[in-house]
């Protein structure tokens, strides 16, 4: 059965319309240290570049369009249809580049982390894209999703209901305990991903992708950015998160914290702090 909240929730909500200098020049156990200026190089990225099936299907068709029409010219041995041909087939082939060829590297992995460079991040790791239509999407990065690791239940905002940047946005549920996330931006919410709510893991498995929250109509998104992570300071930022997990334990118990390879194990705060793992998720949710 679905579930959706009856509220966005504003308990706390003006402790929480924090600004983002603020947050940045947090120093301490768990904190992110204040970030200066990017440094390129000065955290482990790794680039993948992603091109999506119906990108590829559309290139293959082009492409395979354009070899039905030379052969035609060709058997066809008329003089004047191959300039024809070529003056239609330089934008085909414009188009057919444009699919075949990545538009722009989709996903960077920083700190062991998935971040995608197309999305905007907010201290309280969530993410925000905009769709365009004054759409923005609304989903968790994948350090929320390495820190908790599972949920049994995940509850979103109703349709048509209001949220604000900074107030609590959904809330998910694992072994009875409570976990809010904070909504990235602001606006009326247009659109819940059912799939979610019906389906917790998939939050969790795809959640750039399938795993989207829930969508919100703002037409001035403007305000709402002085809040998010710069773009230039989102890997540092990571990098940050990183070392102060490693630092919540003393050697080698920050071993722990790693799978074979350095990949960091899914359910980190409960590798961490196996009773108070909801305590400390939500240090880092910044809903504590």
């Not at 694992?174 to 659109?191: F, K």
């Not at 940050?240 to 790693?258: D, K, V």
Request: proline letters at 6%.
């Amino acid at each position: 059965m679905r579930t959706t909240m009856m509220k966005s929730g504003n308990n706390g909500e003006s402790a929480r319309n924090f600004s983002l200098r603020r947050f940045l020049k947090f120093d301490g156990p768990g904190r992110p240290s204040k970030l200066g200026r990017s440094r390129k190089g000065a955290w482990n990225m790794d680039r993948t570049i992603s091109i999506s099936i119906p990108e590829r299907l559309a290139g293959m068709i082009v492409g395979l369009a354009l070899i039905i029409v030379g052969l035609g010219f060709m058997a066809l041995g008329v003089t004047f249809l191959p300039v024809i041909g070529i003056l239609m087939g330089i934008p085909v082939l414009g188009i057919a580049w444009h699919f075949l060829s990545p538009k722009a590297v989709a996903q960077e992995r920083i700190a062991g982390f998935q971040v995608p460079n197309n999305l905007m991040y907010h201290p309280g790791h969530a993410w925000a894209r905009m769709d365009g239509d004054d759409i923005i999407t609304v989903g968790m990065d994948d350090f929320a999703v390495k820190l908790l690791g599972s949920v049994d239940s995940i509850s979103l905002p109703k349709e048509g209901s209001k949220v604000r940047q900074g107030s609590f946005g959904w809330l998910m549920k694992a072994e009875s305990r409570a976990i809010h996330m904070l909504s990235p931006v602001e606006g009326e919410v247009v659109a819940i991903n059912g799939e979610v709510v019906d389906s917790p893991a998939r939050a969790f498995e795809d959640p750039y992708g399938k795993g989207w929250l829930f969508k919100v109509r703002n037409p001035n998104l403007t305000p709402n950015l002085k809040n998010m992570v710069p773009a230039s300071m989102v890997g540092e930022w990571f990098e940050n998160i990183r070392e102060t997990l490693a630092c919540r334990q003393p050697s080698p118990a920050a071993a722990a914290l790693y799978q074979d390879g350095g990949e960091l194990v899914s359910g980190l705060a409960k590798a961490i702090d196996p009773k108070g793992w909801d305590d400390l998720a939500r240090e880092y949710l910044l809903t504590k």
